[in-house]
């Protein structure tokens, strides 16, 4: 058990280190206190792409290596989960570039619950009553931070509408990618599903660059290697950590990433939230933990 923890927290911290380096690449990101030189703002989508180069490249490998059916078994649901992947991480992307730091990260921790709603929908799930409850508290926490910018004129940072709503949107497809690794997993190995994420996305970021693309100079092609490679060993982490013990115990413990989207937001982008836009996180990681324990624990 303490190792199912210890590879969900090293996940967590793998995902933020993703986010940081999609944050410098963001067109406010200016200089960070380690790092001398300016960082070129670098749109989503070519983040996107430098992502999926590295994953392709890592996945395929493994998938040869293993003798694992390239294009899995479950190809409808397979291609669901890239479509539904990349879109809901082009957009993400995008809001980490235009949100404050934690703001951003926060808000696309709802993603669980938007996959319980759509497995609900679409695979027959049962949601119980308190469920609803804790969904009431965390899309309130949004509303205290949508809200912020009219009850509180004078303090913290002004916070986009438009972006935020684009990360709940961003979560809501994340959720229907989440589903389809539900449906896949007694098909297909964690590998290939793994492997659609860049099958889809790297054509369409591809396409897209041809119409805007940044070249990147110096130390950022070493940031996008790491994108790529702090999101490949966060995937193998998680996916080590449920096989370690209850998930019911260990996944909570994949929220300490917000907390740390919360110190990294204040103590390297110097991103000062206000009290009542703490009060509206807080929210929303209580009714996704709450939900998230409550969830596994009614599993039979």
Same mark, same amino acid.
């Given at each position: 058990?303490?190792?199912?923890?210890?590879?969900?927290?090293?996940?967590?911290?793998?995902?933020?280190?993703?986010?940081?380096?999609?944050?410098?690449?963001?067109?406010?990101?200016?200089?960070?206190?380690?790092?001398?030189?300016?960082?070129?703002?670098?749109?989503?989508?070519?983040?996107?792409?430098?992502?999926?180069?590295?994953?392709?490249?890592?996945?395929?490998?493994?998938?040869?290596?293993?003798?694992?059916?390239?294009?899995?078994?479950?190809?409808?649901?397979?291609?669901?989960? &890239? +479509?539904?992947?990349?879109?809901? @991480?082009? #957009?993400?992307?995008? =809001?980490?570039?235009?949100?404050? $730091?934690?703001?951003? !990260?926060?808000?696309?921790?709802?993603?669980?619950?938007?996959?319980?709603?759509?497995?609900?929908?679409?695979?027959?799930?049962?949601?119980?009553?308190?469920?609803?409850?804790?969904?009431?508290?965390?899309?309130?926490?949004?509303?205290?931070?949508?809200?912020?910018?009219?009850?509180?004129?004078?303090?913290?940072?002004?916070?986009?509408?438009?972006?935020?709503?684009?990360?709940?949107?961003?979560?809501?497809?994340?959720?229907?990618?989440?589903?389809?690794?539900?449906?896949?997993?007694?098909?297909?190995?964690?590998?290939?599903?793994?492997?659609?994420?860049?099958?889809?996305?790297?054509?369409?970021?591809?396409?897209?660059?041809?119409?805007?693309?940044?070249?990147?100079? &110096? +130390?950022?092609?070493?940031?996008? @290697?790491? #994108?790529?490679?702090? =999101?490949?060993?966060?995937?193998? $982490?998680?996916?080590? !950590?449920?096989?370690?013990?209850?998930?019911?115990?260990?996944?909570?413990?994949?929220?300490?990433?917000?907390?740390?989207?919360?110190?990294?937001?204040?103590?390297?982008?110097?991103?000062?939230?206000?009290?009542?836009?703490?009060?509206?996180?807080?929210?929303?990681?209580?009714?996704?933990?709450?939900?998230?324990?409550?969830?596994?624990?009614?599993?039979?």
């Amino acid at each position: 058990m303490k190792k199912g923890i210890l590879y969900i927290i090293l996940s967590g911290i793998c995902f933020l280190f993703v986010n940081f380096f999609v944050k410098l690449f963001g067109q406010n990101s200016g200089t960070v206190s380690f790092i001398s030189q300016k960082i070129q703002h670098i749109p989503a989508h070519e983040l996107v792409l430098a992502r999926s180069i590295v994953s392709f490249a890592i996945s395929a490998t493994i998938i040869k290596i293993k003798g694992y059916p390239f294009f899995g078994v479950n190809k409808k649901w397979l291609l669901i989960r &890239g +479509i539904a992947g990349t879109v809901a @991480l082009t #957009i993400f992307f995008m =809001t980490i570039q235009h949100l404050p $730091f934690a703001i951003a !990260a926060v808000i696309q921790y709802l993603a669980p619950i938007f996959t319980m709603i759509f497995a609900m929908l679409l695979l027959g799930d049962r949601i119980f009553r308190i469920q609803w409850l804790f969904v009431s508290l965390a899309f309130i926490g949004v509303a205290m931070i949508s809200f912020e910018n009219i009850l509180i004129k004078s303090l913290g940072m002004s916070i986009d509408y438009l972006w935020l709503g684009l990360g709940i949107l961003s979560a809501s497809i994340s959720g229907v990618a989440y589903t389809a690794i539900a449906k896949l997993k007694d098909t297909d190995n964690p590998i290939n599903i793994v492997l659609y994420f860049p099958m889809v996305s790297i054509p369409f970021m591809v396409l897209w660059c041809f119409f805007d693309f940044v070249q990147p100079t &110096g +130390i950022e092609w070493l940031f996008l @290697l790491l #994108i790529g490679v702090f =999101t490949q060993f966060a995937q193998i $982490f998680l996916t080590t !950590a449920l096989h370690h013990g209850y998930a019911s115990v260990i996944m909570p413990f994949q929220y300490l990433g917000i907390i740390y989207a919360l110190l990294v937001g204040l103590f390297v982008f110097d991103e000062r939230l206000n009290v009542f836009v703490y009060s509206g996180v807080f929210l929303i990681l209580f009714g996704v933990v709450m939900n998230t324990i409550y969830r596994h624990l009614k599993q039979p």
